[in-house]
C-alpha cells in the first residue's frame, strides 16, 4: 500500500455535513431519533408544527415533526456510522446515483432555511409536490427585517393581505413564512 495519499471519501468523513435522514420510529415512540440525538449533543433540525393530538383521552396541542421520519442531522459521518449501525431505525436517506451516497444539504442553504424558519411566528411547510407553479409569484429579496437577504419567491394567495415568501431545500421540503410587505425587493426575471 502507497503511504502519504488519502483513503477515497476519508477527508468528507471528517468535515462536518448536514445529513437528511430518516426516523423509522412510530409517531407515537416516546423517544423519536431527534429527540435521542439532541440528547447525545448532535445538532439536529426537525421541522415541527402544532397539531392537536389525543392522548388517554385528552386533547392537547402539542409540537410534532411536519414529516414523522425527516430530520436533518449536523455532524461528521465517522461519528454519524456507528450511531446508524447502533440504531436499527436511523438511516441515511440516499441519493439515486448507484452509488448509496448519503444526501447532504450545503450549509449555506440549511442555515438560510433554519434562520426562515427560526424568524416566522407560523411558518407553513410543503413537500415539492405540493407546490404548484400557479401557488409561485415574483422573485424577490427581503432587504431589512427578520429575513434580511433571504431569496426566493413569493406565495400567491388570493385575496391575502399578508405576503409569504417561499424559502426551498431543493427536492425535500419547502416553508412558507410571513414577510413584510415593505421589506420586499422585486428581482428582474
Not at 104 to 127: G, I, K, L, W
Amino acid at each position: 500500500m502507497e503511504t502519504g495519499k488519502a483513503v477515497p471519501g476519508a477527508e468528507i468523513a471528517d468535515q462536518r455535513q448536514w445529513y437528511v435522514m430518516r426516523d423509522l420510529k412510530r409517531c407515537n415512540a416516546k423517544l423519536p431519533a431527534y429527540k435521542l440525538l439532541g440528547d447525545m449533543k448532535i445538532e439536529i433540525f426537525t421541522p415541527m408544527v402544532w397539531k392537536l393530538v389525543v392522548r388517554q383521552g385528552k386533547r392537547t396541542l402539542q409540537r410534532v415533526p411536519f414529516m414523522q421520519d425527516l430530520l436533518f442531522v449536523h455532524e461528521r459521518r465517522r461519528i454519524l456510522d456507528p450511531i446508524v449501525e447502533r440504531i436499527g431505525t436511523l438511516q441515511y436517506r440516499f441519493l439515486r446515483d448507484g452509488h448509496r451516497s448519503p444526501m447532504t444539504v450545503d450549509d449555506t442553504e440549511m442555515n438560510r432555511f433554519m434562520q426562515a424558519v427560526a424568524s416566522s411566528e407560523n411558518p407553513c411547510y410543503y413537500t415539492p409536490g405540493e407546490v404548484t407553479p400557479d401557488m409561485v409569484g415574483r422573485s424577490v429579496r427581503i432587504i431589512g427585517g427578520p429575513f434580511n437577504g433571504l431569496e426566493g419567491r413569493l406565495q400567491k394567495m388570493q385575496g391575502a393581505r399578508t405576503r409569504r415568501l417561499f424559502v426551498e431545500l431543493p427536492n425535500l421540503l419547502i416553508v412558507s413564512v410571513e414577510v413584510q410587505a415593505e421589506f420586499i425587493e422585486l428581482l428582474k426575471k
